[in-house]
Nanobody, 131 residues
Framework: QVQLVESGGGLVQAGGSLRLSCATSGRTFGSYAVGWFRQAPGKERQFVAGISWSGSTAGYADSVKGRFTISRDNTKNAAYLQMNSLKPEDTAVYYC????????????????????????WGQGTQVTVSS
């Protein structure tokens, strides 16, 4: 079982930055691919960024490319989402998710963008960007 806890959300002006963290107490966190998703009121959960279990591969939604950076530190059992040049449309609850691909990705080269792929989710952290 993997328990995920997000932190770092808050209120920021447009153009500002926030760094979200996703922490877990799981000892095998390094075996899990991680994704960040967001959900705005009345909208579906949306992929933001994903990173493979090894950290060698990452991918982003078009709407955040060049502004957001996903990373992980397996020695600290944590993943991060650095968000720069924030826009009001980035306002949402942000969730981190984890998935153990097991034999499907032996070299840690795959990230996953579909919510249904992930088995474990955090409780979410609110990000509000004012104009």
């Amino acid at each position: 079982q993997v328990q995920l806890v997000e932190s770092g959300g808050g209120l920021v002006q447009a153009g500002g930055s926030l760094r979200l963290s996703c922490a877990t107490s799981g000892r095998t966190f390094g075996s899990y691919a991680v994704g960040w998703f967001r959900q705005a009121p009345g909208k579906e959960r949306q992929f933001v960024a994903g990173i493979s279990w090894s950290g060698s591969t990452a991918g982003y939604a078009d709407s955040v490319k060049g502004r957001f950076t996903i990373s992980r530190d397996n020695t600290k059992n944590a993943a991060y989402l650095q968000m720069n040049s924030l826009k009001p449309e980035d306002t949402a609850v942000y969730y981190c998710a984890a998935e153990n691909p097991r034999g499907r990705d032996p070299y840690g080269r795959t990230y996953y963008s579909q919510p249904l792929t992930y088995d474990y989710w955090g409780q979410g952290t609110q990000v509000t960007v004012s104009s």
